[in-house]
């Protein structure tokens, strides 16, 4: 039993570990915690240096690698020069560059100590042109001013080159907590972020900078982290772990279809026919018991040709092949969850108010946000008693809140999520969820894959497939989580199947079942 307890633990542990997201003040503030408990400076720089040397061991596991090791003046330079004294002593070959004469005291004994075992050490990046692979600790989190002048240079002179770089903590020149680039910045191939997600590396800006990311846990006290983040730190990332346990793997043996939920599809047109069958098929994926598809009655032979098990509704049409209105007979109150929106157009919005006052959860997409966006978004979606979800792309998000302050995206999603208590899912190249209360949510996984017309569709219906099955003891922001994880993941397995260029919105529906699949207990990892 306390083995288990303990095992428990260490994954509670690592879940919020991987969880967390700090700006470069909160981890100031966490490792102030740290050195007044008692951990000496010295210590820590061993122990981070040397999981970084292990790191890169893993990445270049050949001994006759040659190592530049670009150094800067703070304790980021310091762990670097930790790391070209354990790689040395594994037989790699170690070149130090250290383009700022003057650095911390620490530092500089790393420096001497380097030095006094044969190391290479000179001021010009040209020492360390012939090196297999770059590691960057030029400068750490917390970099505010932009870089210019014989650094930026010579980071320029860096980025042309072939070989691959690791960055500790951030790429040099990326600012903590927008991504934003100082002047200039190093375009790394590997991340190694230390102790705890810093937050501009979950921000667009960051992705042509920050490479592939991966996380040094060198063991932050989860009390640190509380006392200064608290119980419910206002960012999270989502990982894999939190996706899964809301992902439909698994059924009770005597269940049917009228307990696996409900989901009405609203959309489709003559000029828009596709995207309401990738809604479908995006909803028939998540294993929802019954689809009703609301379409067109033109479209109605061809939705059940593509998904013939849904109940397809023949809508009155306008003359451009529009949905003027719905069935009398069409209970919305009687659905799990509805989706309105994909491939309606704006040419008229008759049955809106009808979708708005609906007593279940409802997601909004496509069309649905831009006609919502003609009247008063705000007034509107405070007057709904169920859960409503926006999935825009940026575009669709100022045509719904123009008037908030130019502040930053995050910001202006979490506002607008608070301000509107609806449940917004901004589609930028990383996908983020800003429920009315609670943390913010970010998928650090993306690809250009899904840079497809279509792929909103798919995601819409997954969302409301998800939304209609039973939640039990769930809550709204973990369920819509585990589907933008999904739809991420179905993007990133059908780009390594075929190419990003491949993936067009039927590859990406065909590519959710095999990814879910693979999340199974019965298939693990």
């Not at 003046?73 to 070959?93: I, K, M, S, T, W």
């Not at 689809?291 to 098990?309: F, R």
Request: hydrophobic share 40%.
């Amino acid at each position: 039993m306390q083995d288990k307890n303990l095992e428990q633990h260490i994954s509670e542990r690592h879940t919020q570990i991987h969880q967390t997201v700090v700006t470069a003040e909160q981890m100031r503030n966490i490792e102030s915690r740290i050195f007044l408990s008692g951990m000496p400076v010295p210590a820590l720089m061993e122990k981070v240096g040397g999981l970084i040397a292990q790191r890169i061991q893993a990445f270049f596991p050949c001994q006759q690698t040659s190592v530049g090791i670009l150094v800067g003046p703070g304790h980021n330079g310091g762990d670097a020069l930790v790391v070209a004294r354990e790689l040395y002593f594994q037989g790699y070959e170690v070149h130090v560059c250290r383009p700022l004469p003057r650095a911390k005291e620490l530092t500089e004994q790393h420096a001497q100590y380097v030095v006094s075992l044969g190391v290479d050490m000179s001021q010009r990046i040209e020492l360390l042109q012939q090196c297999d692979v770059v590691v960057d600790g030029l400068f750490g989190f917390g970099l505010e001013r932009p870089i210019e002048g014989a650094i930026a240079d010579l980071i320029h002179q860096l980025n042309t080159w072939s070989q691959p770089i690791v960055s500790i903590d951030l790429p040099s020149g990326l600012h903590t907590d927008t991504g934003a680039v100082l002047g200039t910045a190093i375009q790394a191939t590997y991340t190694l972020c230390l102790g705890l997600w810093k937050l501009g590396l979950l921000q667009d800006q960051s992705l042509p900078y920050s490479g592939h990311l991966h996380l040094i846990d060198f063991d932050i006290p989860v009390a640190d982290i509380n006392a200064v983040l608290g119980d419910l730190p206002d960012i999270r990332r989502i990982t894999s772990v939190t996706a899964k346990k809301e992902l439909p793997t698994q059924r009770h043996p005597n269940t049917h279809k009228y307990r696996q939920g409900h989901c009405l599809l609203i959309g489709g047109s003559q000029k828009y026919a596709g995207s309401i069958l990738l809604t479908a098929l995006g909803a028939r994926a998540t294993g929802v018991g019954m689809i009703t598809i609301a379409v067109p009655a033109s479209l109605k032979p061809l939705v059940l040709q593509s998904v013939p098990e849904a109940l397809v509704i023949a809508c009155p049409e306008t003359e451009q092949g529009a949905i003027a209105s719905l069935p009398s007979d069409l209970l919305l109150d009687s659905f799990d969850a509805i989706a309105y929106g994909p491939g309606i157009t704006t040419e008229t919005d008759a049955i809106l108010s009808e979708v708005l006052n609906c007593a279940c959860p409802l997601v909004l997409d496509a069309d649905g946000l831009n006609l919502l966006a003609q009247h008063q978004p705000f007034e509107i979606l405070q007057a709904r008693s169920a859960p409503t979800i926006l999935t825009p792309h940026p575009g669709e998000f100022k045509r719904l809140f123009p008037a908030h302050p130019p502040q930053d995206i995050l910001q202006r999603v979490r506002q607008a999520a608070q301000a509107s208590n609806a449940y917004i899912i901004y589609k930028g190249a990383r996908v983020m969820l800003a429920p009315p209360q609670g943390p913010l949510w970010i998928n650090p996984d993306s690809t250009p894959a899904l840079a497809r017309g279509g792929s909103g569709d798919v995601l819409t219906g997954i969302l409301a497939g998800l939304l209609s099955q039973p939640l039990e003891e769930h809550s709204f922001s973990e369920v819509l989580c585990s589907g933008i994880w999904w739809h991420a993941q179905a993007g990133l397995f059908a780009a390594r199947q075929r190419t990003e260029l491949g993936v067009d919105p039927l590859t990406l529906c065909k590519s959710l079942i095999p990814t879910i699949a693979r999340q199974s207990p019965k298939n693990p990892l």
